[in-house]
């Protein structure tokens, strides 16, 4: 079983920056990669960022490239996701989840691949 727990949304205006952080249980974390998914009102979840299990290979949509990043401390059981140049479009709910003990395979682009999800954190992007 892992537990995951977002933490670092919040209100900024466009142009501003955000890290958010995912804290996770268990022994499993090393061996997990990791994703950052979103969802705003009425849309379906998007895939933002992904993070293999050793922080080797990252992944990103058009959407992000170049403005997001993904990092992971493993000794810290964290992953986090830095967020540069926000615009309003990047209002959303934003959710850390675990692929668990899929070592050597890319992080999944699809959410329902992933096995452990977190409540969520609230960004919002003012104009």
């Known amino acids: 079983q892992v537990q995951l727990v977002e933490s670092g949304g919040g209100l900024v205006q466009a142009g501003g920056s955000l890290r958010l952080s995912c804290a996770a249980s268990?022994?499993?974390?090393?061996?997990?990669?990791m994703g950052w998914f979103r969802q705003a009102p009425g849309k379906e979840r998007e895939f933002v960022a992904g993070i293999s299990w050793s922080g080797g290979r990252t992944y990103y949509p058009d959407s992000v490239k170049g403005r997001f990043t993904i990092s992971r401390d493993n000794a810290k059981n964290t992953v986090y996701l830095q967020m540069n140049s926000l615009k309003p479009e990047d209002t959303a709910v934003y959710y850390c989840a675990a692929d668990v003990g899929r070592v050597g395979v890319p992080p999944p682009l699809i959410g329902s691949q992933y096995d452990y999800w977190g409540q969520g954190t609230q960004v919002t992007v003012s104009s």
């Open positions: 268990g022994r499993t974390f090393s061996s997990s990669n």
